[in-house]
Nanobody, 127 residues
Framework: QVKIVESGGGLVQPGGSVTLSCAAS????????FAWFRQATGEAREGVSC????????NYADSVKGRFTTSRDRTKNMVYLRMDNREPAETAVYYC????????????????????WGQGTQVTVSS
């Protein structure tokens, strides 16, 4: 099972940018897809982005398309989520999750497909 540790959260101003990092270990990360989810207080968990096995596909929720970019560094077993033009309503805990041999071929990637999760990192968008 993949061990996942997120980092990079904190306070960001509206309109600002922040990059989250996801460190994966314990397995050959090339065989895994990685997704970012977020959960605001009192809200359901929402899929934000997905990068498929071997990085072949990337997909995003419609609400973040054009503002968020996910990428992976195979040499470091790292996955990143750059978030631009942040909005206060996007304050949430952001989670990185992994799924074995998952293509991320559409912008529908339910949490149930991902069986390894990090502890989450808080991102607060506020002035």
């Amino acid at each position: 099972q993949v061990k996942i540790v997120e980092s990079g959260g904190g306070l960001v101003q509206p309109g600002g940018s922040v990059t989250l990092s996801c460190a994966a270990s314990g397995v050959n990360s090339e065989e895994y897809a990685f997704a970012w989810f977020r959960q605001a207080t009192g809200e359901a968990r929402e899929g934000v982005s997905c990068i498929g096995t071997r990085g072949v596909n990337t997909n995003y929720a419609d609400s973040v398309k054009g503002r968020f970019t996910t990428s992976r560094d195979r040499t470091k077993n790292m996955v990143y989520l750059r978030m631009d033009n942040r909005e206060p309503a996007e304050t949430a805990v952001y989670y990185c999750a992994a799924a074995s041999w998952y293509p991320c071929s559409s912008n529908w990637f339910p949490a149930s497909h991902f069986n390894s999760w990090g502890q989450g990192t808080q991102v607060t968008v506020s002035s």
